[in-house]
């Protein structure tokens, strides 16, 4: 079961090459002065990451959740009378889903309801998280509001109007369109921006350059936002298919396609331990 970004702290610790019988307890020693929450009321998960100065230090990629967040999830499959095999944020399993085993640095903005969160992934792991409290919800307050309809018509709209734009891109104006949708579009793009700031500033990343952005969740098909993210910080940008390493019938495909962005998180948790 995937955990959502607010119930995770995440951090990456810069450790001085240690014995590997005191590994963790300096790394536990190191976390402890970070975590919001006394260390007994945690749950740790850590990934030691590739070495980038063997003589200066080694990165750790930190996970840790609130041990009765463990325990609320555990019940929960207990009373349903199902297994749970781990728990694991979000990031991990849309990394699963839409990277792979690539190893190079690529950010995934999920686009949900009332959020949408940024990840970077580098080497195969999410080195930072970010969130904004902006999503879908709003970009269907936007649509009501232009065509002055109530709220439940709107993802009919969506459905019909958007997949129109996809398709012929010349029957409006970007440029209008994206203006309208500033609200939205906006704080995706500064988020975008910080989240490669923060990348860049963390050691032994000085230098490096994001190669791609890859939009996933409910959001992903907003016409002309790959575009404009492309443009703005000239490199790739384009909605992920989870679907990419799973098999099935060429029929589904179309079907598939339109319901890819929403089950990101759920393929990826399906293939863990395959990949």
């Given amino acids: ?12 610790v810069n450790l001085p090459p240690v014995k590997k019988n005191e590994f963790e307890s300096i790394l536990k020693a ?4 970070l975590l919001p929450r006394p260390i007994e009321e945690m749950t740790l998960d850590y990934q030691v990451l590739p070495v980038l100065d063997k003589e200066k230090s080694q990165r750790v990629l930190i996970n840790a959740v609130a041990r009765e967040v463990v325990v609320f999830y555990t019940q929960i499959f207990q009373k349903a009378g199902i297994t749970l095999d781990a728990l694991e944020p979000e990031s991990i399993a849309l990394e699963r889903a839409l990277i792979g085993r690539d190893q190079s640095v690529a950010m995934i903005v999920d686009i949900g309801a009332e959020h949408t969160n940024f990840f970077i992934i580098d080497g195969g792991a999410a080195i930072t998280h970010n ?19 109530e709220n439940d018509l ?3 709209i969506k459905s019909d109007w958007f997949g129109h734009l996809i398709v012929d891109r010349q029957s409006v104006d970007k440029n209008k369109f994206l203006e309208y949708m500033r609200p939205v579009v906006d704080p995706i793009v ?4 910080y989240g490669f700031e923060l990348y860049l500033r963390q050691s032994g990343n ?28 000239s490199l790739k940008c384009y909605v992920g298919d989870p679907w990419g390493r799973v098999v ?16 990101s998180v759920a393929i990826g948790l399906a293939l863990r331990n395959m990949l």
């Fill in 30 to 33: 190191e976390v402890k002065k």
């Fill in 206 to 233: 000085v230098g490096k350059r994001p190669e791609k952005v890859i939009l996933t969740g409910g959001g992903a098909f907003l016409p002309f936002i790959s575009d404009f993210i492309s443009e703005k910080f």
């Fill in 248 to 263: 099935y019938q060429d029929g589904l495909k179309p079907v598939l396609h339109d319901v890819g962005p929403r089950m």
């Fill in 1 to 12: 079961m995937s955990l959502p970004i607010s119930a995770v702290f995440h951090t990456v």
């Fill in 131 to 149: 969130t904004v409290g902006i999503g879908g919800d709003r970009l269907d307050q936007l649509l009501a509001d232009l065509f002055g309809v």
């Fill in 154 to 156: 709107v993802g009919k």
């Fill in 190 to 193: 500064k988020e975008i921006e």
